[in-house]
């Protein structure tokens, strides 16, 4: 079982960045696929960014976020840059027992563990 811990969320204005972490626990966590997602308010939540075998991103946040890990210190990274008002969200990462891609990788259903989430606002 993995248990995972978002942080690093906050406000920011238009333009600004922000780096995000997700911090897992247990022995295996090299082995899963970590995805990131986001639900804004009255939305459902959707998929912004994984790395596994490769690294993928949703078409709204590429070349603007970056998506990285550190297995030594068991920590997958979002860095975020040219923020926008519409990247406004809860953020998720999530763990995912299927390591390399597959066709369904940017569903929330075919993630196992989640964390709580963490708040991005991007306002002036």
């Known amino acids: 079982q993995v248990q995972l811990v978002e942080s690093g969320g906050g406000l920011v204005q238009p333009g600004g960045s922000l780096r995000l972490s997700c911090a897992a626990s247990?022995?295996?966590?090299?082995?899963?696929?970590i995805g990131w997602f986001r639900q804004a308010p009255g939305k459902e939540r959707e998929f912004v960014s994984r790395i596994g075998g490769s690294t993928y991103y949703a078409d709204s946040v590429k070349g603007r976020f970056t998506i990285s890990r550190d297995n030594a210190k068991n920590t997958v990274y979002l860095r975020m840059n040219s923020l926008k008002p519409e990247d406004t969200a809860v953020y998720y990462c999530?763990?995912?027992?299927?390591?390399?891609?597959?066709?369904?990788?940017?569903?929330?259903?075919?993630?196992?563990?989640w964390g709580q989430g963490t708040q991005v606002t991007v306002s002036s």
């Open positions: 999530a763990a995912d027992q299927r390591y390399y891609i597959h066709p369904s990788y940017y569903r929330v259903t075919e993630y196992d563990y």
């Open positions: 247990g022995p295996t966590f090299r082995n899963y696929a």
